[in-house]
């Protein structure tokens, strides 16, 4: 996991003297030289690394807050001012953003960078020896490409297609549907030239069951990426992934420790995960940061003062509601006691304790026994979206702890890599698939291959029938915190619904704004209806 990172990080000094020996008439003195590098596999990785260091960047900030907070799965609200950051947060939850909103300019940035570098990649490596090395450097660098491109069209719908590097001319928007397009044929192309190996030979790195994994989950939203459904060819990625050389996936028993620090290419459930290191600043993944209480920061021996801005709403805990699912675990919730079964206490003030208190005693001292509900209320009048500047206010809405704090991180930054298709998904998209009309294959049917799932998540019998509600029930509890929320919201036609503090029911919102920087810099861009 961290060998990946380590080995990727010189990449930069790589990719700078080869850049300049296409750039300058000047006589080289390094070795490293196009004629010498890359020629190894270690080199191809080195040269495509500047990729996924990218990839790594702004998928744990930006991509994470642009597709969890504008669902019922999170909630940001400001406490005390804190965390406000311009509207940003509140914009998410209230389907309230503009081209402005700051999350969605960088998030867009990112992508379009992680696009612009995989194409510099490609520049580079034309020019060097043909091997098996290079051929498969080529389509894992297309296929992170085609990821990128992917995330965009999910997030923008309309977009620029950019394949070649150097281009001055401003591209013009693609529709969703060419974008759609693009990205099939892309992903078709590269799939014999990927590698099918699993683990720590390509953990990082697109395999050629990623590229399976990103069309399956193309042809599952196709119907509203396109209008045009595809649900058998979404069945036929997933079995490709499934009845696959060796059957290389399986699902893991042990749920919370797939997302422990220590988590990486000895799980057999990641099929493609981004690799964290807090010793790089290259990537942060602060989701402990975000939602852990701040109380418990002695419990957990952090080295830090979590933020703890981040929780659920009730709504989207109403789904954890089977008491013997080992997904409950990654919920904070209730009252709080240490590892050694002491009651987890904090001591301040009446007034410090509630902010509102009207008694004349506000600065007699109290010891409290924290007490995280799940509730949230916008209790701060002089403020927007603010729950308020006490221990009540911190304590609000259940926390999400699934992928695990990391006591051992210096800083905020954790070690827990974050995996973006694993093997459950696999399963249950083939089970949306059948249940929206697609034929049954392998023997499984929708039914089965959910249980099959919860076969390993819950100790509670094996259900005796399946709907659709009960899969996005399934796949709420499956996938908490993994970024992929917003999606199942749309397909299932619930992100106009109402919860928390959104009202707005306007279905322009299942896109986001071209961000006002990128038309600025590209005139040729065309903005998504609805919005200026």
Same mark, same amino acid.
């Given at each position: 996991?961290?060998?990946?990172?380590?080995?990727?990080?010189?990449? !930069?000094?790589?990719?700078?003297?080869? =850049?300049?020996?296409?750039?300058?008439?000047?006589?080289?003195? !390094?070795?490293?030289?196009?004629?010498?590098?890359?020629?190894?596999?270690?080199?191809?990785?080195?040269?495509?690394?500047?990729?996924?260091?990218?990839?790594?960047?702004?998928?744990?900030?930006?991509?994470?807050?642009?597709?969890?907070?504008? /669902?019922?799965?999170?909630?940001?609200?400001?406490?005390?001012?804190?965390?406000?950051?311009?509207?940003?947060?509140?914009?998410?939850?209230?389907?309230?953003?503009?081209?402005?909103?700051?999350?969605?300019?960088?998030?867009?940035?990112?992508?379009?960078?992680?696009?612009?570098?995989?194409?510099?990649?490609?520049?580079?490596?034309?020019?060097?020896?043909?091997?098996?090395?290079?051929?498969?450097? $080529?389509?894992? $660098?297309?296929?992170?490409?085609?990821?990128?491109?992917?995330?965009?069209?999910?997030?923008?719908?309309?977009?620029?297609?950019?394949?070649?590097?150097?281009?001055? =001319?401003?591209?013009? /928007?693609? /529709?969703?549907?060419?974008?759609?397009?693009?990205?099939?044929?892309?992903?078709?192309?590269?799939?014999?030239? $990927?590698?099918?190996?699993?683990?720590?030979?390509?953990?990082?790195? #697109?395999?050629?069951?990623?590229?399976?994994?990103?069309?399956?989950?193309?042809?599952?939203?196709?119907?509203?990426?396109?209008?045009?459904?595809?649900?058998?060819?979404?069945?036929? *990625?997933?079995?490709?992934?499934?009845?696959?050389?060796?059957?290389?996936?399986?699902?893991?028993?042990?749920?919370?420790? *797939?997302?422990?620090?220590?988590?990486?290419?000895?799980?057999?459930?990641?099929?493609?995960?981004? &690799?964290?290191?807090?010793?790089?600043?290259?990537?942060?993944?602060?989701?402990?940061?975000?939602?852990?209480?701040?109380?418990?920061?002695?419990?957990?021996?952090?080295?830090?003062? &979590?933020?703890?801005?981040?929780?659920?709403? &009730?709504?989207?805990?109403?789904?954890?509601?089977?008491?013997?699912?080992?997904?409950?675990?990654?919920?904070?919730?209730?009252?709080?006691?240490?590892?050694?079964?002491?009651?987890? *206490?904090?001591?301040?003030?009446?007034?410090?304790?509630?902010?509102?208190?009207?008694?004349?005693?506000?600065?007699?001292?109290?010891?409290?026994?924290?007490?995280?509900?799940?509730?949230?209320?916008?209790?701060?009048?002089?403020? #927007?979206?603010?729950?308020?500047?006490?221990?009540?206010?911190?304590? *609000?809405?259940?926390?999400?702890?699934?992928?695990?704090?990391?006591?051992?991180?210096?800083?905020?930054?954790?070690?827990?890599?974050?995996?973006?298709?694993?093997?459950?998904?696999?399963?249950?998209?083939?089970?949306?698939?059948?249940?929206?009309?697609?034929?049954?294959?392998?023997?499984?049917?929708?039914?089965?291959?959910?249980?099959?799932?919860?076969?390993?998540?819950?100790?509670?019998?094996?259900? =005796?029938?399946?709907?659709?509600?009960?899969?996005?029930?399934?796949?709420?509890?499956?996938?908490?915190?993994?970024?992929?929320?917003?999606?199942?919201?749309?397909?299932?036609?619930?992100?106009?619904?109402?919860?928390?503090?959104?009202?707005?029911?306007?279905?322009?919102?299942?896109?986001? #704004?071209?961000?006002?920087?990128?038309?600025?810099?590209? &005139?040729?861009?065309?903005?998504?209806?609805?919005?200026?």
């Amino acid at each position: 996991m961290k060998n990946l990172i380590k080995l990727i990080t010189g990449v !930069t000094l790589s990719i700078s003297l080869l =850049t300049s020996c296409h750039k300058l008439d000047l006589k080289v003195e !390094t070795q490293l030289t196009p004629e010498t590098f890359p020629q190894t596999d270690q080199h191809f990785i080195q040269l495509t690394g500047q990729v996924y260091v990218q990839l790594r960047q702004n998928f744990g900030t930006d991509y994470f807050f642009m597709q969890s907070l504008s /669902t019922d799965e999170s909630i940001m609200p400001a406490r005390g001012g804190n965390w406000y950051d311009g509207a940003r947060f509140e914009q998410h939850h209230k389907h309230s953003w503009d081209k402005d909103n700051g999350h969605v300019s960088s998030g867009w940035s990112w992508l379009s960078g992680t696009i612009s570098k995989a194409n510099q990649s490609l520049f580079l490596l034309k020019d060097a020896p043909e091997t098996a090395a290079k051929t498969t450097a $080529l389509a894992e $660098l297309r296929t992170t490409r085609a990821l990128a491109f992917f995330m965009m069209m999910d997030l923008w719908g309309n977009i620029p297609v950019v394949t070649s590097f150097g281009e001055t =001319t401003p591209p013009e /928007t693609k /529709t969703r549907v060419e974008v759609f397009n693009f990205i099939e044929s892309e992903l078709k192309e590269v799939l014999p030239n $990927l590698s099918i190996a699993t683990g720590a030979a390509t953990y990082g790195r #697109p395999n050629r069951y990623t590229a399976y994994a990103i069309l399956a989950k193309m042809y599952l939203n196709s119907e509203v990426y396109t209008g045009t459904a595809k649900y058998n060819e979404a069945v036929a *990625m997933c079995d490709a992934i499934i009845s696959g050389t060796g059957s290389p996936y399986t699902l893991e028993t042990d749920y919370r420790k *797939m997302f422990f620090i220590d988590n990486g290419p000895q799980i057999k459930e990641f099929i493609f995960a981004i &690799p964290y290191d807090p010793g790089f600043s290259n990537g942060y993944m602060f989701y402990a940061r975000y939602s852990l209480p701040r109380s418990l920061q002695a419990k957990f021996s952090l080295k830090h003062t &979590p933020s703890a801005p981040m929780s659920t709403l &009730p709504e989207y805990y109403a789904n954890f509601n089977d008491p013997n699912d080992k997904r409950n675990a990654q919920w904070i919730k209730g009252l709080q006691f240490n590892n050694n079964g002491t009651p987890v *206490m904090v001591n301040t003030t009446k007034k410090g304790y509630d902010q509102f208190y009207t008694g004349s005693d506000g600065s007699a001292a109290i010891s409290y026994q924290v007490d995280i509900t799940p509730n949230v209320a916008l209790r701060e009048a002089t403020r #927007p979206f603010d729950a308020g500047n006490d221990e009540i206010a911190w304590n *609000m809405g259940y926390r999400n702890n699934k992928f695990y704090c990391d006591s051992t991180s210096s800083n905020r930054n954790q070690n827990n890599d974050v995996p973006i298709f694993r093997y459950s998904d696999i399963l249950l998209m083939k089970s949306e698939a059948i249940l929206r009309g697609a034929a049954s294959t392998l023997g499984q049917t929708a039914l089965s291959l959910v249980n099959q799932v919860r076969a390993v998540r819950t100790t509670s019998p094996a259900w =005796t029938a399946v709907t659709l509600e009960d899969l996005y029930k399934e796949r709420c509890r499956e996938f908490a915190w993994e970024c992929w929320h917003r999606n199942d919201m749309i397909r299932f036609g619930k992100f106009e619904g109402r919860w928390g503090f959104k009202t707005d029911a306007q279905t322009f919102h299942r896109l986001m #704004p071209i961000p006002a920087s990128a038309m600025i810099l590209n &005139p040729k861009l065309k903005q998504n209806p609805g919005y200026n």
